[in-house]
């Protein structure tokens, strides 16, 4: 006897056939239990023989005896019998089976779920066991390369693991469909999520798999009603579902593993067949469910993740959302990078009371979409004295954008106006919060510091806002050259948000998670970076963010790592994103990048192509033009135009002092001495002489500058060997091939030194010029 355990969709009855030999589909030697057939004694094995004449008053025994007979009359060797989910079979029918295989008559092979071994001992007991366990993400991602011909993007195999449980039969249905579909494409060499496809490209792959889960289950009005119920919500409150739903339905599903308890919530075990019932189920049936169990779920839709699947069944009925459940769709749907749908649920004229719900969700939704008309109509259309101290914040912010001097001063004094003197002062507090958070996209120091720090500590703020306050100043500490005080501060803003994550926001959210990745990425804690990325882009059920920027970042950060291959993937994907619309302004500063990594594979011409294009698309936010204008130097370095970097960096380090942007002063400072040699050593020395407790890469480069000076070669191989082990291979191959140029006499350097300097250099070498 052989017993096979596997989870659903996997591979284990496909397994069982292929060691009896017989193929796909009905044949007499194989019996797919299902749901409901615990209770009828000796069904499996009348299924497997047809001519047997058993009822419940047979005894094993008498049992055993007639199905011995007829094996001998039908063949002249034991046959291999499959029973498929044994855990739903009925106990007699194993027993007899059992029996059979003991003393040769039959040779059974049995299939389980990981759920259901502790509950078939006697089944276990006598059988050889195979484990097939979930595939894990090396596993996977090799598959995919064999398959495919490309090697996987991270987010490719992600996405497969969480919407598979890393079953083997489901990973191969979805991937073949998904890349006959053209849902994921090879680009660069690398297989990704097709950057043409929308938000939903992640459900529309989930829904490729087709399982008949409500037939697998036994059918019926109770399975059926469970099962549909659950894909609907997404997620049903166990107690409440045990209330109003079949229990005995409920625990054959668990039992099964197709339906799974979630801490007191009930949920799908594979998100695949979940999307995919929910997608497939016909409107009349999503209405006659809404008329019977809407009114009843309550606490089911208050779960989290609930609300943007039950908004969509509100409206398939016909009906108007709730202006509650409203709000909260709409906040997760952000959460989920769904702008679209914000808008529909948000819409004056989808919910109950004919209003805008939630002018945050919907002005955030429109910013990210890029419909400016739309945002000056909405804000226009609102009393800003209605607004709460939450709404106020984006209210000013934009209307600074959108309204001209004189209206927008007007517009301001009826939003902070109010009665009571406590109130007045807080909205006030708003306000100057509005104004600070734009002056952080466009100077930093020690001034603007101060400002924003007392602010945060003043008490005249709501939770949110102090986080928006404590996002400022992490943006505002970056810049000014404080890479780890400033990821202690969106740490802090972390901290506030994530203590209410029911009422969480994309507007809040997002800003603050991408100001700790680049915080991070600043102070070179390059695995911190890596885990915070994963993070913000792991979707709305761990509140982490959108991930609208993650292909942006985690191409910067794979460029910090020296992979130019994932670096490029990503800078290619984060372009095809922003084809129509550029909400973050950062175009111009991927474009650059791009031209500096396509240099590194060595593909000059189409580097000179996209710098041209980069130069086209300068940012009205001042720090991000700097960056656009540093990668735009780095990449006339790579193509060995030196002196076109050596202005560029110049107009960048005025700029950048004169605005207090001390961060950018220090890269452009430390790119011109690796570009010009020492002449250009001052200008370092200069930007890293004032700092105060440097850290991250401030302290790296006041490092090498001091080194520089004093011509320290052993001091400078530290660094690059330092900056190697922290993983920064970018920075470490700066440094060594900086050391090689200044070494240029035979005894600055021991032969080993030497080679090990240009190995750690070679990533980079040929981006480099004679320095002479």
């Given at each position: 006897?052989?017993?096979?355990?596997?989870?659903?969709?996997?591979?284990?009855?496909?397994?069982?056939?292929?060691?009896?030999?017989?193929?796909?589909?009905?044949?007499?030697?194989?019996?797919?239990?299902?749901?409901?057939?615990?209770?009828?004694?000796?069904?499996?094995?009348?299924?497997?023989?047809?001519?047997?004449?058993?009822?419940?008053?047979?005894?094993?025994?008498?049992?055993?005896?007639?199905?011995?007979?007829?094996?001998?009359?039908?063949?002249?060797?034991?046959?291999?019998?499959?029973?498929?989910?044994?855990?739903?079979?009925?106990?007699?029918?194993?027993?007899?089976?059992?029996?059979?295989?003991?003393?040769?008559?039959?040779?059974?092979?049995?299939?389980?779920?990981?759920?259901?071994?502790?509950?078939?001992?006697?089944?276990?007991?006598?059988?050889?066991?195979?484990?097939?366990?979930?595939?894990?993400?090396?596993?996977?991602?090799?598959?995919?390369?064999?398959?495919?011909?490309?090697?996987?993007?991270?987010?490719?195999?992600?996405?497969?693991?969480?919407?598979?449980?890393?079953?083997?039969?489901?990973?191969?249905?979805?991937?073949?469909?998904?890349?006959?579909?053209?849902?994921?494409?090879?680009?660069?060499?690398?297989?990704?999520?097709?950057?043409?496809?929308?938000?939903?490209?992640?459900?529309?792959?989930?829904?490729?798999?087709?399982?008949?889960?409500?037939?697998?289950?036994?059918?019926?009005?109770?399975?059926?009603?469970?099962?549909?119920?659950?894909?609907?919500?997404?997620?049903?409150?166990?107690?409440?579902?045990?209330?109003?739903?079949?229990?005995?339905?409920?625990?054959?599903?668990?039992?099964?593993?197709?339906?799974?308890?979630l801490g007191a919530g009930l949920a799908f075990t594979s998100r695949a067949e979940s999307t995919f019932v929910q997608r497939t189920m016909p409107r009349e049936r999503q209405i006659e469910l809404f008329d019977r169990f809407a009114g009843v779920l309550t606490s089911s839709l208050e779960r989290p993740g609930v609300a943007l699947h039950a908004a969509d069944w509100w409206r398939t009925a016909g009906r108007l959302l709730p202006?509650?459940?409203?709000?909260?769709?709409?906040?997760?749907?952000?959460?989920?990078?769904?702008?679209?749908?914000?808008?529909?649920?948000?819409?004056?004229?989808?919910?109950?009371?004919?209003?805008?719900?939630?002018?945050?969700?919907?002005?955030?939704?429109?910013?990210?979409?890029?419909?400016?008309?739309?945002?000056?109509?909405?804000?226009?259309?609102?009393?800003?004295?209605?607004?709460?101290?939450?709404?106020?914040?984006?209210?000013?912010?934009?209307?600074?954008?959108?309204?001209?001097?004189?209206?927008?001063?007007?517009?301001?004094?009826?939003?902070?106006?109010?009665?009571?003197?406590?109130?007045?002062?807080?909205?006030?507090?708003?306000?100057?919060?509005?104004?600070?958070?734009?002056?952080?996209?466009?100077?930093?120091?020690?001034?603007?510091?101060?400002?924003?720090?007392?602010?945060?500590?003043?008490?005249?703020?709501?939770?949110?806002?102090?986080?928006?306050?404590?996002?400022?100043?992490?943006?505002?500490?970056?810049?000014?050259?404080?890479?780890?005080?400033?990821?202690?501060?969106?740490?802090?803003?972390?901290?506030?948000?994530?203590?209410?994550?029911?009422?969480?926001?994309?507007?809040?959210?997002?800003?603050?998670?991408?100001?700790?990745?680049?915080?991070?990425?600043?102070?070179?804690?390059?695995?911190?970076?890596?885990?915070?990325?994963?993070?913000?882009?792991?979707?709305?059920?761990?509140?982490?963010?959108?991930?609208?920027?993650?292909?942006?970042?985690?191409?910067?950060?794979?460029?910090?790592?020296?992979?130019?291959?994932?670096?490029?993937?990503?800078?290619?994907?984060?372009?095809?994103?922003?084809?129509?619309?550029?909400?973050?302004?950062?175009?111009?500063?991927?474009?650059?990048?791009?031209?500096?990594?396509?240099?590194?594979?060595?593909?000059?011409?189409?580097?000179?192509?996209?710098?041209?294009?980069?130069?086209?698309?300068?940012?009205?936010?001042?720090?991000?033009?700097?960056?656009?204008?540093?990668?735009?130097?780095?990449?006339?370095?790579?193509?060995?135009?030196?002196?076109?970097?050596?202005?560029?960096?110049?107009?960048?380090?005025?700029?950048?002092?004169?605005?207090?942007?001390?961060?950018?002063?220090?890269?452009?400072?430390?790119?011109?001495?690796?570009?010009?040699?020492?002449?250009?050593?001052?200008?370092?020395?200069?930007?890293?002489?004032?700092?105060?407790?440097?850290?991250?890469?401030?302290?790296?480069?006041?490092?090498?500058?001091?080194?520089?000076?004093?011509?320290?070669?052993?001091?400078?191989?530290?660094?690059?060997?330092?900056?190697?082990?922290?993983?920064?291979?970018?920075?470490?191959?700066?440094?060594?091939?900086?050391?090689?140029?200044?070494?240029?006499?035979?005894?600055?350097?021991?032969?080993?030194?030497?080679?090990?300097?240009?190995?750690?250099?070679?990533?980079?070498?040929?981006?480099?010029?004679?320095?002479?």
């Amino acid at each position: 006897m052989l017993v096979i355990v596997g989870p659903l969709g996997g591979s284990r009855n496909r397994l069982a056939a292929d060691v009896a030999g017989v193929p796909e589909g009905p044949v007499w030697t194989r019996h797919v239990a299902r749901l409901g057939e615990d209770d009828l004694r000796f069904f499996a094995v009348q299924q497997l023989l047809t001519g047997l004449h058993l009822d419940h008053t047979d005894t094993v025994h008498t049992a055993e005896a007639e199905v011995r007979q007829i094996l001998r009359g039908l063949v002249e060797v034991a046959p291999v019998l499959i029973i498929a989910n044994a855990d739903l079979c009925d106990p007699e029918s194993i027993e007899v089976l059992i029996r059979l295989s003991a003393t040769g008559d039959i040779r059974l092979i049995a299939t389980l779920t990981p759920e259901t071994v502790s509950e078939q001992q006697r089944l276990l007991s006598v059988a050889e066991v195979i484990d097939i366990p979930p595939l894990d993400r090396p596993t996977i991602s090799e598959l995919l390369r064999l398959r495919f011909g490309a090697a996987p993007h991270p987010t490719v195999v992600e996405l497969l693991v969480e919407r598979t449980e890393g079953s083997y039969g489901v990973i191969r249905e979805v991937s073949d469909a998904a890349f006959d579909s053209g849902m994921i494409v090879p680009v660069e060499g690398v297989l990704v999520v097709n950057p043409a496809g929308s938000a939903a490209t992640a459900d529309r792959l989930a829904g490729l798999w087709a399982p008949p889960v409500v037939e697998r289950l036994g059918g019926g009005d109770a399975v059926s009603d469970v099962i549909h119920l659950t894909a609907l919500l997404g997620e049903l409150d166990l107690e409440e579902a045990r209330r109003h739903l079949d229990d005995d339905t409920i625990d054959g599903a668990l039992r099964h593993g197709t339906l799974r308890t979630l801490g007191a919530g009930l949920a799908f075990t594979s998100r695949a067949e979940s999307t995919f019932v929910q997608r497939t189920m016909p409107r009349e049936r999503q209405i006659e469910l809404f008329d019977r169990f809407a009114g009843v779920l309550t606490s089911s839709l208050e779960r989290p993740g609930v609300a943007l699947h039950a908004a969509d069944w509100w409206r398939t009925a016909g009906r108007l959302l709730p202006v509650e459940l409203a709000g909260r769709a709409a906040r997760e749907a952000n959460l989920s990078g769904r702008h679209r749908r914000t808008l529909v649920y948000t819409h004056p004229d989808h919910n109950e009371s004919g209003i805008v719900v939630e002018p945050i969700e919907r002005a955030f939704a429109l910013v990210e979409l890029g419909d400016t008309t739309a945002l000056s109509e909405m804000f226009a259309s609102l009393e800003p004295s209605e607004l709460t101290e939450d709404e106020l914040l984006p209210y000013l912010r934009w209307t600074s954008r959108l309204a001209s001097g004189p209206v927008r001063a007007r517009l301001v004094d009826q939003a902070i106006a109010a009665t009571d003197p406590e109130e007045a002062r807080r909205r006030a507090a708003v306000n100057t919060l509005a104004g600070l958070l734009e002056r952080a996209f466009f100077e930093g120091g020690d001034e603007l510091t101060h400002q924003l720090r007392t602010l945060t500590f003043s008490g005249r703020l709501s939770p949110h806002n102090q986080a928006a306050a404590f996002t400022a100043l992490s943006l505002v500490q970056r810049h000014s050259g404080h890479p780890v005080q400033a990821v202690e501060s969106a740490e802090f803003a972390l901290q506030i948000l994530l203590q209410c994550p029911e009422t969480v926001s994309a507007f809040h959210l997002d800003v603050t998670r991408e100001c700790q990745i680049l915080a991070l990425i600043s102070a070179v804690d390059l695995a911190g970076a890596e885990q915070a990325i994963q993070a913000y882009s792991s979707g709305i059920f761990g509140h982490a963010g959108s991930g609208r920027m993650t292909t942006a970042l985690r191409g910067l950060l794979e460029l910090f790592r020296g992979d130019v291959q994932q670096a490029l993937v990503n800078a290619r994907l984060c372009l095809a994103g922003l084809r129509r619309h550029d909400p973050h302004q950062i175009r111009g500063w991927v474009e650059g990048m791009l031209a500096q990594i396509l240099v590194q594979v060595e593909r000059p011409d189409e580097a000179r192509e996209m710098l041209e294009i980069s130069t086209s698309h300068p940012a009205d936010r001042v720090q991000h033009d700097l960056e656009r204008r540093i990668t735009q130097a780095c990449a006339h370095d790579a193509l060995a135009e030196p002196e076109e970097a050596l202005v560029i960096l110049a107009g960048v380090m005025d700029e950048a002092r004169e605005r207090g942007l001390r961060l950018s002063e220090i890269d452009a400072a430390v790119l011109s001495v690796q570009i010009g040699g020492p002449p250009h050593l001052p200008m370092l020395l200069q930007a890293v002489d004032g700092l105060v407790d440097p850290s991250g890469t401030p302290a790296i480069w006041q490092r090498f500058a001091w080194a520089a000076r004093d011509y320290d070669i052993p001091a400078l191989a530290k660094l690059a060997d330092d900056l190697h082990e922290r993983g920064a291979h970018l920075f470490a191959a700066e440094v060594a091939q900086y050391v090689l140029d200044m070494a240029r006499r035979k005894t600055d350097l021991d032969a080993d030194t030497r080679s090990h300097l240009q190995q750690l250099a070679d990533p980079m070498s040929h981006r480099h010029v004679d320095r002479t």
